[in-house]
C-alpha cells in the first residue's frame, strides 16, 4: 500500500516567515494530494490541494507544489501568521476512496 | 454551509463493551469513510463505503469492527468488544465522490475512551 512520510513534525517560526512542510509518498498510482489543517480539538479541514496533472497550485499565502518523478509534493505558507498555527497533514490517493495521510506537523506562528 | 454531523462527541465505555458511533454524512455526497486518529498520532484510514457496501478497508478494521446504513442518513460504526487500544478519535467523512470529483469533509469526531 501506500506509505506518506511528513516532514518536519514540528516547526517554529517568525510571524511573517514563511513555513515549508514536506511529504513524500511510496505509490506512482497516487494522483490526487489534499493538505488538511487540523487545529486543536477541531476536525481536520482541507486547505489546498493538488492532482497529478498539476506541478504548483496557489491560493492566496498558501501554496502546493508537486514533484510526481520524485514522489514528493510540498506546502508552502508565505506572510505566516498566529493563525496558522495548528497541526497539518498531507495525504495521497490513487483510488478516491482510500487517503493516506502523513504523520502531521505542528505548526507555531510566533506574534 | 453543508456539515458532516456525529454523535456522540465522547463516550467513555468499560473494554468488552459494543459501542455504536453514529454519522450523518452531507445529503448529497456517496462515499462515506471512517478514520481514526489516536491522540497526538496521524489520522489512519478505517474504512470506505459506496452504494451500501464496503469499498476498501484497511488491516485495522478487522472483524470487531462493522458500518452500516440503517436508513437514507446515518452511516454507523460499530466496535462490538472495545480493547484499550480503541480508545481514539473517530472521525466520520463524506465526500461527493472519487478523487476527480469531491473533496473529503470531516465531522468534528467521536472521542472514545475504554477503560
Known amino acids: 500500500g501506500e506509505n506518506v512520510e511528513q516532514h518536519p513534525s514540528t516547526l517554529s517560526v517568525q510571524e511573517g516567515d514563511s513555513a515549508v512542510i514536506k511529504c513524500t509518498y511510496s505509490d506512482s498510482a497516487s494522483n490526487y494530494f489534499p493538505w488538511y489543517k487540523q487545529e486543536l480539538g477541531k476536525r481536520p479541514q482541507l486547505i489546498i490541494d493538488?492532482?497529478?496533472?498539476?506541478g504548483e497550485k496557489k491560493d492566496q499565502r498558501i501554496a502546493v507544489t508537486l514533484n510526481k518523478t520524485a514522489k514528493h509534493f510540498s506546502l508552502h505558507i508565505t506572510e505566516t501568521q498566529p493563525e496558522d498555527s495548528a497541526v497539518y497533514f498531507c495525504a495521497a490517493s490513487s483510488t478516491g476512496n482510500q487517503f493516506y495521510f502523513g504523520t502531521g506537523t505542528s505548526l507555531t506562528v510566533i506574534p | 454551509e453543508p456539515e458532516v454531523t456525529q454523535t456522540p462527541s465522547h463516550q467513555v465505555t468499560q473494554m468488552g463493551q459494543e459501542v455504536i458511533l453514529r454519522c450523518v454524512p452531507i445529503?448529497?455526497?456517496?462515499?462515506f469513510y471512517w478514520y481514526r486518529q489516536i491522540l497526538g498520532q496521524k489520522v489512519e484510514f478505517l474504512v470506505s463505503f459506496y452504494n451500501n457496501e464496503i469499498s476498501e478497508k484497511s488491516e485495522i478494521f478487522d472483524d470487531q469492527f462493522s458500518v452500516e446504513r440503517p436508513d437514507g442518513s446515518n452511516f454507523t460504526l460499530k466496535i462490538r468488544s472495545t480493547k484499550l487500544e480503541d480508545s481514539a478519535m473517530y472521525f466520520c467523512?463524506?465526500?461527493?465522490?472519487?478523487?476527480?470529483?469531491?473533496?473529503?469533509?470531516f465531522g468534528e469526531g467521536s472521542r472514545l475512551t475504554v477503560l
Open positions: 445529503s448529497n455526497h456517496l462515499y
Open positions: 493538488i492532482r497529478s496533472n498539476v
Open positions: 467523512a463524506s465526500s461527493a465522490g472519487t478523487v476527480n470529483t469531491g473533496e473529503l469533509f
